[in-house]
């Protein structure tokens, strides 16, 4: 399946008002995943834009140094990626904590770049996208079209660049995994 780059969203439906935003429950933390990983797909493109502005703008200030950052973080993430899928008790830990995982990352980046270089470059060059990402995916209430865009590509109908790098990590809709294997067992 081809990949797809989705539609920029309208401003004012990414910063609607305060109406549309509202904290997530911290009890129900599935409810909260859930949330997120909707968001993530449904606003993909407007989170790349305010990311490729974040980043343009320190790595105007401080270039070599925002490519280093990028890189480490990069190769960190593909390293964990690939030894969670060849361990079991990695790859369960992703499962059931993705904000460990996320965390774990992060905190492999941080000291591998301050061994490297310029910590500030990574703190305001790389963490503060992913930040600013994961608190609007957190308190953005989702609507109709979000959740129908969501079930299209968690069964397969889309392929987004949001989508690959959330099944690499493992998060999906529970919904969505339920839907998709009921449709293969139909298939058969």
Not at 77 to 106: C, E
Request: hydrophobic letters at 50%; aromatic letters at 12%; glycine letters at 6%.
């Amino acid at each position: 399946m081809e990949v797809q780059v989705a539609p920029l969203r309208a401003w004012d439906d990414f910063f609607p008002g305060s109406d549309r935003f509202a904290r997530p429950d911290f009890k129900d933390i599935s409810k909260w995943n859930n949330r997120v990983v909707s968001n993530l797909l449904y606003y993909q493109t407007n989170y790349l834009m305010v990311a490729a502005t974040v980043v343009s703008i320190v790595g105007f200030l401080s270039p070599l140094n925002m490519l280093i950052g990028g890189t480490v973080v990069v190769l960190v993430f593909m390293g964990f990626v690939w030894v969670s899928h060849n361990k079991d008790i990695l790859r369960k830990l992703k499962k059931q904590y993705p904000s460990t995982f996320v965390v774990a990352i992060m905190l492999s980046s941080y000291f591998l770049i301050s061994y490297l270089g310029d910590v500030m470059v990574f703190m305001f060059g790389i963490t503060l996208p992913l930040l600013l990402m994961f608190v609007h995916a957190s308190l953005r209430l989702r609507n109709i079209k979000n959740k129908l865009e969501n079930k299209m590509e968690g069964i397969g109908l889309k392929k987004t660049p949001m989508g690959i790098i959330l099944d690499a990590l493992e998060q999906q809709e529970e919904s969505i995994n339920k839907l998709a294997d009921y449709i293969s067992k139909v298939k058969e």
